[in-house]
């Protein structure tokens, strides 16, 4: 039976860039710039949607090792040069995994660009993967294991 | 809400106390009551119930009542696994933003 949970999360990742604005923008808003730094929507592949535009849909599935990855995304705001804001479900192998928000922003700095792209998510039921999860209890047991030592406890 | 520095923070204030470590110890070895864990502590009940509640609120522990009894369950598996989920997010977006970085400084790169 699935263990069913919902854990809440938010990230922020910010960058400056010596270019305006529109030259940002439009390496989000034009799929042929997107997919060189993004990784996709993938030229000849007919599952890749791109749609950028209000209401439009962004689809793209692909394979890390064994795992396919699904993302399921559909714009709600989008200010030319300014501003973009989505939402999107990930999949995993076949299984919705989580639900974010996001929000782009294009903030003019100087004769630059700050960007800001902040997440907050909602991660689904903890996933029935073995590996990760005995990762996870490694990387916590690591954790207690360097604040033991700190502390002068074995 | 998790978010990635304040997770961390809350995990190690409940560990650098020696109690709680020694709660997550007894626990990492199966799942107990309330009174099972007092029980080695020369401390009282309400004393115990605090420690852990710190540990329910870091995500380290989860308890259940069944009847008048309250088990206790060391729950790393949820918390790490979300942790992990959202660093990959935030990892996945380094990375990519570094990419636009390169591409926005390539010589000739400017569209009319």
């Known amino acids: 039976m699935t263990e069913r949970s919902v854990t809440h999360g938010d990230f922020t990742v910010e960058r400056m860039y010596p270019v305006p604005p529109a030259r940002v923008f439009a390496a989000w808003s034009d799929p042929a710039i997107k997919r060189r730094w993004f990784g996709s929507p993938e030229e000849n592949n007919p599952e890749h949607i791109f749609e950028f535009r209000v209401g439009g849909r962004e689809y793209n599935e692909g394979k890390v090792g064994d795992d396919t990855y699904v993302f399921d995304v559909r714009y709600y705001d989008i200010v030319p040069d300014t501003r973009i804001v989505y939402a999107y479900e990930m999949h995993l192998n076949g299984k919705r995994i989580s639900v974010s928000v996001a929000a782009v922003e294009f903030k003019p700095d100087g004769h630059g660009t700050h960007l800001i792209v902040t997440e907050h998510g909602a991660f689904l039921d903890g996933l029935d993967n073995v590996a990760q999860r005995e990762a996870g209890t490694q990387y916590l047991m690591d954790k207690l294991g360097e604040v033991m030592k700190q502390q002068g406890t074995s | ?112």
Do not use: Y
Request: with cysteine; net charge positive.
């Open chain 2, 1 to 112: 809400m998790l978010n990635q520095e304040a997770t961390l923070d809350q995990m190690f204030h409940a560990l650098a106390d020696p109690t709680r470590r020694r709660i997550v110890e007894r626990l990492s070895r199966g799942p107990a009551s309330v009174s099972e864990i007092a029980r080695p502590f020369d401390m009282s009940l309400p004393a115990v119930v605090q420690h852990l509640h710190v540990l329910e609120h870091c995500g380290l522990v989860s308890t259940r009542k069944v009847g008048r009894v309250r088990t206790c369950t060391l729950d790393t598996q949820a918390l790490t696994l979300a942790e992990q989920w959202i660093n990959e997010r935030r990892l996945g977006w380094q990375r990519r933003l570094d990419r636009l970085g390169d591409i926005l400084a390539e010589p000739g790169s400017e569209r009319p």
